[in-house]
Every structure is written in structure tokens, then in C-alpha cells.
């Protein structure tokens, strides 16, 4: 679960903003914190009328607009803004929710957000509500009313509705955010492409958070990002994809490789995971040239190629989320390495037939996806892979992959005999449709 990363109220909260947040924390803001650009008291929770509606949405969007920061209901101010008296407001679930659904509902793009209960130890069912807000790379978010949009910001201790400049200034940020996003991905991704051997063809996975997360590469991140590669094979859709032997450092990155060989290029597959949360997956997709007189070129396995993005797409959407705390959306890239004469291969059929035509060199595909999509086995992560593999066959002039579909659902006849079950019994477990038709 991501959380929101805020330096100066972990500070004076004395500890991480999550769950484990005690009272004692919160109320330790009495008497010295000072409501601020990113802190926000109010002595009551908000209500269910329209103007308490726009009020809590307001307040939200309005930090997601700005730098983020916290919400405490339950607590009093005084004159000058200072934390005052620990009142109190309900805790219970069902508040949470009720808050929490009324600003899904009403603020587009939904901000990433949360509401952290901390219960009065000598009060049961009180105590206070810590909404944690995280700035965003999808702002501007809106407030939707009466068919109308409302853009709040948060300056200073006030927020502020936007007028059309400057929400068209917002908008502008977001675009030139995202070309700078993809521009990253491409950055990273080359990077690890360098250090590929030029004798093997990879699906090279990319991913990089629209806002980026944080983590410290030390000692015991090493040792136990070893111990992980040692005891996991990388899978997707219940397949296991790579497993990782060697783990080390790089500047600012963990880095790990399916084959060692000193002095060597990389062979078979690597990773590396940086610091902000931003990684990349390469996982060899060479099909087996039997059938084909033509042995200069590159032939892509169409199955491998779909588990390997699949696979690269949830390993680094749980390293931005679990070790970097990044949430939201993400810009995700794969690309076919290196950039050589290539054909995809339907390796169901003997001899395997080609899919689509030849290209003279490689071809990449972008998208955005949600993280948390991403981590969980589910259609949304099935649904991801179908994009970016089908914009890689449509380089070769195919229209789609075959494996997946658009909607995040599973095409069995695509899949080796010997497989389907394994797979079969994965999208069971997850949720994903199987469709027992092929593509046609």
C-alpha cells in the first residue's frame, strides 16, 4: 500500500504516516505544530450536505493540487492555527467509508489518498482521522458539481478555487510531466539494454512512477533483495518467467542477473531496480529457428514475449509500491532487443509460422497503468500486457497478441497444450476470464 512520504510531518509525528500511528503521535502535535501549507486540523468530521461535500473534496483535491499532506479530524485549533484539543470524531469503519467513497465519487482523476483511523485509547470508537493526501502526477483533479468542474489548490494555509488560466497552466505541467516520464523510461531501459548480449533477443520491461517513491540502498536492502532473487522464480499467469542467481549494487540501484559470466555481457535475463522506484526487466524471448531456412533472423517467441512483459510488469510494479512506496499511475515500456533483423514466431504449430512480417530492427511500446493494477494477479495486469504486446506486434503488422485480451482476459487455444492448465487455474484463482475461442 503506498503511503504518503513527507519528511517534515514524519518529524513531528515522530514515525512513518500508516496504520501503526498511535495516538499519543497525533495528540503530540499539541501544542507546538502550526497548520501549514501540508497540515490541515479540523475539530469535526465533515458532514453528508452538499456544502460539506464540496468542503471535504475541496480539501483534498486541493492538497493533491498542491504538495500534499495530512487532514486531522478530531482536532481543535486555536486563534493562531495551532493544535489545540484532541476532541475527537468518530473512527468507525463505516465513517471511513462514507468519506472515503464521497471523494471517489466526486473528484476526477481520483487522487491517491487514504484515511488513517487512531483510536483514543481511554475512548473506544473515537479518536482521530488522519486523511493522508499525496501529490500527484494526474493533477489537476476536480471537483465535479452540477455538471461543472471546480479546480481547488491549497497556498499557504488557504484553499483556493483555480481560475481557467491556471488550471490550463495545470494542464500544461501534466502533459510535459508525461514526456518526461516516457523520456525517463527510455533513459532507464537503455541503460540495462547496454549490458545485454548482442547474441540473444530480450523483452526489455520498463517502469517508472509518475511520482517518484523513495528507498535506501544499504546493507540490509542488499541482503535481503539477495535472499529474495535466491528463494523466487519470476512468474506470470502461474509461469515461472526468470530467477535471478547474482545480486548486487550499482549507483543508485539494485541489480540482479539470470547468468553470470565476469567480463561478460549479460545472457538470459537481468533487472535493476533504482531508488525512486523506477526499474527494468529483461527476460530472453528467442524461439527455437526449427523450420525456418532463414537463420539470420531474429525469431521471437510469442508466448515467452507475452509472460515476460507480464512478468516484468508486476516484479517492478511491486518493487515502486513495496520497497519505494510509490502509488498511482506509472508510465510502463518494452522494447525488443537489440535492434536486429526480427520476426514474432507462433510457436504452437511445427513448423511455427510467423506472425505478421519481418522488421529491420527493434520496436518498442508504451502505456499507462495503475501500480496497484499491476501488483495483484487480475485482469487489470492481464489487460496492461495486452497493450503493450499487442503495439509490439502491430510493428511487425499484426493487429494484436493472441494470448490476452483487451479487457484483461485469458485466450486458452493461444497457449501451449502443456500450460493451459497452469494458466487456466491462475486466472481462476485471479479472477480473469478464460476465453476458449481463439483469436480469430
Not at 73 to 85: F, I
Not at 158 to 180: K, M, N, P
Not at 190 to 196: D, E, G, I, Q, V
Amino acid at each position: 500500500m503506498p503511503t504518503l512520504r513527507n519528511r517534515r510531518l514524519e518529524q513531528l509525528l515522530g514515525g512513518p504516516i500508516d496504520g501503526a500511528l498511535t495516538y499519543q503521535q497525533v495528540k503530540g502535535l499539541i501544542p507546538a505544530a502550526t497548520e501549514s501549507p501540508d497540515l490541515d486540523f479540523k475539530r469535526d468530521t465533515y458532514g453528508s450536505r452538499d456544502k460539506d461535500r464540496k468542503e471535504l473534496c475541496g480539501d483534498v483535491g486541493g492538497l493533491a493540487n498542491a504538495n500534499g499532506g495530512l487532514i486531522v479530524l478530531g482536532m481543535e485549533e486555536d486563534d493562531q492555527g495551532r493544535a489545540k484539543n484532541d476532541i475527537g470524531v468518530d473512527i468507525s469503519d463505516s465513517e471511513r467509508l462514507r468519506l472515503h467513497q464521497t471523494v471517489v465519487a466526486n473528484v476526477q482523476p481520483t487522487p491517491t489518498f487514504d484515511i488513517i483511523a487512531v483510536e483514543d485509547p481511554e475512548r473506544a470508537g473515537i479518536g482521530f482521522l488522519i486523511i493522508w493526501v499525496a501529490r500527484t502526477a494526474t493533477a489537476p483533479h476536480a471537483y465535479m458539481q452540477n455538471n461543472s468542474l471546480l479546480y481547488p489548490k491549497r497556498i499557504g494555509t488557504q484553499r483556493i478555487w483555480l481560475s481557467e488560466a491556471l488550471v490550463a497552466e495545470a494542464y500544461r505541467a501534466r502533459f510535459a510531466g508525461f514526456t518526461d516520464r516516457t523520456d525517463e523510461a527510455a533513459r532507464v531501459e537503455a541503460a540495462l539494454t547496454a549490458s545485454l548480449s548482442q547474441d540473444e533477443t530480450f523483452v526489455v520491461v520498463t517502469l517508472v512512477p509518475d511520482m517518484p517513491g523513495a528507498f535506501t540502498i544499504d546493507t540490509a536492502a542488499m541482503r535481503a533483495f539477495e535472499l529474495s532473487n535466491l528463494n523466487t522464480t519470476h512468474s506470470a499467469f502461474g509461469i515461472g518467467v526468470r530467477h535471478f542467481i547474482r545480486s548486487s549494487v550499482r549507483r543508485r540501484r539494485l541489480v540482479a542477473m539470470t547468468k553470470y559470466e565476469p567480463n561478460k555481457l549479460i545472457s538470459r535475463g537481468a533487472c535493476e531496480l533504482h531508488g525512486n522506484g523506477s526499474g527494468v526487466f529483461a527476460s530472453g524471448v528467442d524461439s527455437t529457428p526449427s523450420g525456418f531456412g532463414d537463420v539470420t533472423t531474429r525469431l521471437v517467441d510469442d508466448q515467452w514475449l507475452t509472460l515476460g512483459i507480464a512478468a516484468g510488469l508486476q516484479f517492478l510494479a511491486r518493487h515502486a509500491r513495496d520497497r519505494a512506496a510509490a502509488g498511482g499511475l506509472a508510465t510502463v515500456r518494452a522494447a525488443i532487443t537489440p535492434n536486429a533483423p526480427a520476426a514474432i514466431a507462433d510457436t504452437l504449430g511445427f513448423p511455427a509460422d510467423r506472425i505478421g512480417s519481418e522488421i529491420a530492427s527493434g520496436a518498442w511500446a508504451d502505456t499507462v497503468a495503475e501500480i496497484d493494477d499491476l501488483c495483484a494477479d487480475g485482469p487489470g495486469l492481464v489487460a496492461a500486457t495486452h497493450r503493450l504486446a499487442s503495439e509490439l506486434f502491430q510493428a511487425f503488422g499484426a493487429p494484436e497478441v493472441g494470448q490476452v485480451t483487451a479487457d484483461g482476459g485469458i485466450r486458452l487455444p493461444h497457449w501451449h497444450q502443456q500450460i493451459r492448465p497452469t494458466v487456466t487455474s491462475w486466472a481462476q484463482a485471479a479472477g480473469v476470464e478464460v476465453l476458449t475461442q481463439p483469436l480469430t
